[in-house]
């Protein structure tokens, strides 16, 4: 299994602003992602953090707006920038490790953020 | 990558044993089926995973038939606390992303009730 730890797990924040997500896991792993998740509806990938370059970015996400570090293999941050209301949300950092035919994915216990 | 469609939500009773259903019509041929299970307020967790046939664990049983275009998720006896949204994903190696990330569907609300 894999621990996973997500700060912060809620903040508040005024409009216009940026907030950084960090997340830590207590091993080294080979993929990193971030989601989100709007209430009550499912989970949309933002993007896949990779180490040592540039994040891969889904359909609809842009680094401008959502710039990830990797530094290693068990850290990454996602900054949410020039928040608005509609960035009101909550942001899961999820790992996995390669290894067989499929792995299974573990889930921090994610960031609910408010933008005001 | 396989869409999977499920029910939006189910209702049970404790003690009974709940069937939750999910459609992939477009399988690949190296795609597995993995489910997860979300309560509120926490990062959703990994069930179970098969291929074919049937898989069983302590939790649950995944029950896949010959032609894979759909599965089962069986829950023995639930309880109260089993009140959650349930995921049902298709995929490869990745899960169906190119490099190795979850496809997220709908899911399934379940409600337990006493």
């Known amino acids: 299994s894999a621990v996973i730890s997500q700060k912060p797990s809620r903040d508040i924040c005024q409009r216009g602003t940026s907030l950084t997500i960090q997340c830590q896991v207590d091993?080294?792993?080979?993929?990193m992602f971030w989601y989100r998740q709007q209430p009550g509806q499912s989970l949309t990938l933002i993007a896949t953090?990779?180490?040592?370059?540039?994040?891969?970015?889904e359909s609809g996400f842009v680094i401008d707006k959502f710039p990830i570090s990797r530094p290693n293999l068990t850290f990454s941050t996602l900054t949410v920038s020039n928040m608005s209301p509609e960035d009101s949300s909550i942001y899961l950092c999820?790992?996995?490790?390669?290894?067989?035919?499929?792995?299974?994915?573990?889930f921090g216990q994610g960031t609910r953020l408010t933008v005001v | 990558l396989a869409k999977t469609t499920q029910p939006i939500s189910m209702d049970s009773y404790e003690g009974q044993e709940v069937n939750i259903t999910c459609s992939h019509n477009?399988?690949?041929?190296?795609?597995?089926i993995t489910w997860y299970q979300q309560f509120p307020s926490q990062g959703p967790r990994f069930i179970i995973q098969g291929y074919k046939t049937k898989v069983t664990n302590e939790v649950a049983s995944l029950f896949i038939p010959a032609d894979r275009k759909s599965s089962t998720l069986s829950l023995p006896r639930v309880s109260l606390s089993d009140t959650a949204v349930y995921y049902c994903?298709?995929?490869?190696?990745?899960?169906?992303?190119?490099?190795?990330?979850?496809?997220f569907g709908k899911g399934t609300k379940l409600s337990v009730k006493p």
């Open positions: 477009n399988i690949a041929t190296n795609d597995y």
């Open positions: 999820s790992v996995k490790r390669l290894g067989g035919a499929n792995t299974e994915a573990f």
């Open positions: 091993s080294q792993v080979t993929m």
């Open positions: 953090a990779n180490q040592g370059s540039e994040a891969t970015y």
């Open positions: 994903l298709v995929g490869g190696a990745g899960y169906g992303g190119s490099q190795g990330n979850l496809i």
